[in-house]
């Protein structure tokens, strides 16, 4: 059980694509890059929403080679490290070689919380490559805290040298946060990482639970520009650990005017918590289902909030999204009342 | 110290009038009382945003007279219960009588945490007419926990039903909504209440402190329509309790809907955080002070931050901007090297 600093790790540019449909310029990367190093960030990610490889018909295509993307972000970092996510199965192991050939010196390899043994591979790879390779437990919250842990260490078993515990749907409340990053701390002798979303408005709570728990790996998104509601706001949550005492040695200044003046105008709509990012965190369930379920609810009658909790409690993963008319059909028989 | 039942009041057509420069019309609070009724919420507090009376130059004048708006949200509600805000120096006892006239029931009559002494007149006055009356105790990250104790105390002695922690600048860390909470819980006889803002981005977490350790008087506001960043945003809230098997007889898909058809159409900006409303939050300190600082920062060479952080520390009070230059040109004297 390793306690070291804090390390941020900063997602608008790899979460936030999700956000701008995957519209990032080179020169709005490098822009955003440039001004986070100034401030001192420990990490930017910088790939296709999906991770490397994600440029497709089925994730949405990239205006820019992700590639290209990551030879400006690395080319305007003195300091900071430019990161990268790959979910093996839509990212290889050539994506992979090629962005730590560019200058990527870490990867989150990202796995749903059940199927971490896919990402023994890619881990190693990229411990052979010499660069950090951490996991990442998708919909952390689906899974009870033991099957966590199980699948946890088997990540620290292939060579990761961090485990994040990834709330992707926001629906995390702090003290499931807390029991859960206990427990990886308790089982695992590597870091243990959290990365929230902001749906249900917690995740700069449950980013100090975590911390508090010691989580030493933090992400966060300037503006929120992430999925859904976004992250954790990073220069929010920087302003509130200054306030705590917690010095993590980035200028918190800085990331404030950078958030407002260079990520700010990129972010196309709001992100404010509207009503389908809150149905997504109160149900947790993927985003995509929101579009698939209101299609089916006009279909059959029905609120799509509640094909939305049907799908939480059945546990249903990405890829599943055929499902959504069957369990509509059993709603609509089922709740005849409702309308 | 009673436990009872937690009660929501929602205040977006209050604090959110200083979101809309106090622009609501009759249509607009009737639309918005409607739903809200027929949602089942407990509370609407209507006013102008600083309270009966607020209408002025100094303040900013409303479009339509509260007591207009009052006797439109009274007559929406077949539940609901129809609550006022009165700052003793800007609402009048007559004010507070004509709105219970036109059927308020219940008025939080708030001062700064230091000042409870100026609501004793109007909390007694509030009792006789068969009026709730509750304390509303403002700015109070701004004072030691002894003091608010000492100053709810002096509330309770005026008749007040019930004492507020008041987070008028969302300066608040969870732990401290704790200790503030729980100190007044077992000190009090009577309820006390929560009300809260997004600064921090930790305005549900805060709440949901405050409810652990006893609080059963809850603020939220629709969409965040609120001051600064907004409120606790109720329908998230309410989502978050749901979750964790709290039932306030609210009807959650109801709160969703009229959030987003009915209450985020009236929103003129957004209610992300921004850089004002962070710096506000971290500072700790009143939203009149930004544009203030604003200037004096630009005409001495300053951060506006600085200056934000110094009157935090020096915890300047509502009415006290004609400091704000003092400490500008203080701190431009010290900080010569800061441009």
């Known amino acids: 059980m390793t306690k070291k600093p804090i390390q941020i790790t900063e997602v608008c540019l790899r979460d936030g694509s999700h956000t701008v449909a995957h519209q990032f310029t080179v020169e709005q990367v490098r822009n955003v890059t440039r001004a986070l190093d100034d401030a001192g960030m420990h990490y930017i990610e ?31 970092c003195t300091n900071s490290k430019v990161a990268v996510l790959l979910i093996p199965g839509i990212g290889t192991m050539s994506e992979l070689k090629q962005a730590h050939k560019l200058g990527a010196k870490l990867v989150r390899v990202a796995t749903h919380s059940t199927e971490a043994d896919v990402s023994a591979q890619h881990i190693s790879q990229a411990r052979e490559l010499g660069m950090e390779a951490l996991g990442f437990l998708m919909m952390a919250h689906s899974v009870p805290v033991d099957k966590l842990v199980e699948q946890a260490k088997l990540m620290e078993s292939y060579g990761a040298q961090a485990v994040y515990v990834t709330d992707s749907a926001g629906a995390l409340l702090p003290h499931q946060v807390s029991e859960r990053i206990k427990a990886l701390r308790g089982s695992l002798d590597i870091e243990v990482g959290f990365h929230a979303h902001n749906n249900l408005s917690l995740a700069v709570a449950n980013t100090l639970a975590a911390i508090e728990e010691g989580a030493t790996r933090i992400d966060g998104a300037v503006r929120c520009l992430g999925a859904g509601a976004g992250n954790t706001q990073t220069e929010v949550l920087l302003a509130v650990m200054d306030r705590m005492g917690m010095d993590v040695g980035i200028d918190l200044y800085k990331m404030m005017d950078l958030a407002e003046d260079i990520v700010g105008p990129l972010i196309p709509g709001t ?13 947790g369930v993927y985003s995509s289902f929101l579009l698939h379920s209101e299609r089916a609810a006009a279909r059959f009658g029905l609120d799509p909030r509640d ?3 049907e799908l939480g409690k059945m546990k249903v993963v990405g890829g599943q999204e055929d499902m959504i008319l069957d369990v509509a059909a059993e709603l609509a028989k089922k709740e005849k009342v409702r309308v």
Chains 1, 2 share one sequence.
């Open 271 to 283: 992100q404010e918590i509207k009503k389908g990012s809150l149905a997504l965190g109160y149900a």
């Open 46 to 76: 910088v790939s296709h929403g999906d991770g490397l490889g994600g440029s497709t018909v089925q994730y949405g295509k990239s205006l820019v080679n992700e590639m290209e993307l990551i030879e400006a972000a690395v080319d305007e």
């Open 307 to 309: 094909i939305l909790m």
